[in-house]
């Protein structure tokens, strides 16, 4: 590969201080788990990971799921509610919704759906919709609108989620928000300067999320609770009341 490849990248110092984890392992096995009763709501499951993620939480008796996507989720749908009764579970309550992560109103509208459908509760809140612009194109060639697209989704998408869906995950009692990341946070190939921007971007949102409700007892994500507390109790004591 020519040096001036934009798909040449840091992969091998990144890989010097990251660990790969290419499977399952028992602490985080379905086996082990028992969600009946509780509600789970996750982006992008038309297919890909989030559709995958679905079909997990139904083979541990999530109780009720909803799909979010813009485009039909009938397979989706099928396939959850087949987990489930492999898994010897009741048929879970699914919502199929159609919508766009980066539309305000559409986010908006998907809360008060959902919120009527699942009682005003949200246990566990996924924003794993994504897009990736092509890692073609170094950042002096890359299409404006196709670069900011990658940001619209996955930032947009992922803020308006955690914004619109928090008063309901706050009334649950798991209280859990997961964001998919990627390790390209860490990595720099020169052709995906959207994507890897907004992967370090993406990871740094639920501290705020952490941040401005921890008041409350919500914790959103075990990685980033140890970090969380001790800058919290280092930079912002004074700080309390105002949150
Ligand atoms: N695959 C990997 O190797 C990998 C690695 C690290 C991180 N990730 C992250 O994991 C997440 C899922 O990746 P994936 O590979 O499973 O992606 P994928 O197969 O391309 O699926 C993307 C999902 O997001 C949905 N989506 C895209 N734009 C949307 C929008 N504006 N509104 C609503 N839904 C939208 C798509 O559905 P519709 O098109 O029907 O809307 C689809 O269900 C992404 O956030 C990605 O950055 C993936």
């Known amino acids: 590969m020519p040096a001036s490849s934009p798909r040449k990248s840091n992969g091998v110092e990144v890989s010097s201080f990251v660990n790969n984890h290419n499977d399952t392992y028992p602490h985080i096995s379905p086996a ?5 009763g509780k509600s789970m709501l996750i982006t992008g ?3 890909g990971l989030g559709k995958a993620i679905a079909i997990r939480f139904a083979m541990v008796d999530c109780s009720k799921i909803a799909l979010v996507a813009r485009s039909p989720l009938s397979e989706a749908e099928k396939e959850v509610k087949a987990a489930a009764a492999a898994a010897g579970h009741p048929e879970p309550h699914v ?3 159609n919508v766009n992560v980066s539309s ?3 986010v908006r509208n998907a809360a008060d759906v959902v919120s009527q459908a699942f009682g005003g509760s ?3 809140l996924i924003a794993n919709a994504g897009y990736s612009a092509d890692w073609d194109h170094p950042l002096a060639k890359s299409d404006p609108s196709e670069w900011w697209k990658t940001w619209e989704t996955n930032i947009n998408g992922t803020y308006l989620s955690a914004r619109f869906f928090t008063p309901q995950v706050l009334a649950s009692s798991l209280k859990t928000v997961i ?3 990627s390790v390209g946070a860490h990595h720099i190939y020169p052709g995906a300067s959207s994507y890897q921007t907004q992967s370090l ?3 740094g949102l639920p501290s705020f999320s952490t941040r401005s409700t921890m008041q409350r007892g919500w914790w959103p994500l075990p990685s980033i609770r140890a970090e969380s507390r001790r800058r919290w109790r280092r930079r912002c004591p004074s700080n309390c009341a105002r949150s």
């Open 201 to 203: 971007r993406c990871a």
């Open 179 to 181: 964001v998919l990341s």
């Open 32 to 36: 082990i788990a028992d969600l009946s």
């Open 95 to 97: 919502l199929k919704l």
């Open 104 to 106: 305000e109103a559409s």
């Open 45 to 47: 499951a038309s297919k």
């Open 122 to 124: 949200l246990d566990v």
